[in-house]
């Protein structure tokens, strides 16, 4: 059953916005203003629709790649993107299924962006594809944790391509092992910072937990910033500011 997203009304007020709903691939689609066209839209369509038909049919000869919660090597040939979310399951020990979403935000913002886009932001259930923007306030939600709704993250991206994923342990339709009200991620790769959201939030189940992962988080070289919360307990690092939201 479909469940409005209510978040996106307040996201990308300065873009021209659409959505893209192609079986589970859910995509909110915020690009500059003046580049849109329903034949854009059709054509973003049908490049969705065809890198959804070649993992099907890569999932039906390899279905453990589909199910498995811990890494999975690909097939000879694998196509890159399948072939990318195989390696960093080992990178980040989790199934590669968990960045399915992240990969399509990618693949998205990848195709919108060799169409000359200059500020392009895509986002598939909390896993965000974004380019072109030196910086960018978002707004958090954290599930009944005290900071929910309560502070906004500025994250410098300085117009290079970022992911910014997150997974919860507490809300939403996500698998976690975890308990954390929210991880969120920030990478230039997309597919590994989905992979990371949910590798450490299976990993924090208590409030103690929050800082040794914070830390475990540091030590990737490919991520820029993080934020862990659960319940009161909040850690951050890198390139970001948390304000207050008034």
Not at 128 to 140: A, H, K, Q
Not at 231 to 243: H, S, T
Request: hydrophobic share 40%; with cysteine; charged share 25%.
């Amino acid at each position: 059953m479909y469940q409005e997203r209510m978040y996106r009304k307040e996201m990308g007020k300065n873009l021209k916005s659409f959505l893209l709903v192609v079986e589970e691939t859910d995509l909110w689609i915020g690009i500059s203003d003046g580049f849109y066209s329903e034949s854009l839209k059709n054509e973003l369509e049908g490049y969705i629709i065809l890198q959804r038909e070649i993992l099907k049919k890569y999932l039906v000869g390899h279905p453990e790649f589909k199910t498995s919660l811990v890494p999975v090597k690909s097939l000879g040939n694998a196509p890159a993107f399948i072939e990318e979310m195989s390696q960093l399951s080992y990178k980040t020990d989790v199934g590669p299924m968990a960045g399915v979403a992240g990969a399509f935000s990618f693949l998205a913002g990848r195709y919108l962006r060799k169409l000359g886009i200059p500020k392009i932001i895509v986002e598939n259930g909390g896993d965000v594809y974004v380019y072109g923007f030196e910086n960018l306030t978002t707004g958090i939600f954290a599930g009944k944790s005290p900071f929910s709704e309560k502070i906004n993250l500025e994250i410098d991206l300085g117009k290079k391509e970022f992911g910014i994923c997150s997974s919860s342990g507490t809300f939403g339709h996500s698998l976690s092992f975890g308990k954390a009200d929210l991880v969120t991620v920030v990478s230039e790769n997309v597919i590994l910072a989905d992979l990371l959201a949910t590798s450490f939030c299976n990993k924090i189940k208590r409030e103690e937990d929050v800082e040794p992962s914070l830390r475990d988080l540091k030590m990737y070289n490919e991520v820029s910033s993080g934020l862990l919360i659960l319940n009161d307990k909040l850690g951050a690092f890198g390139n970001i500011k948390i304000k207050r939201r008034y």
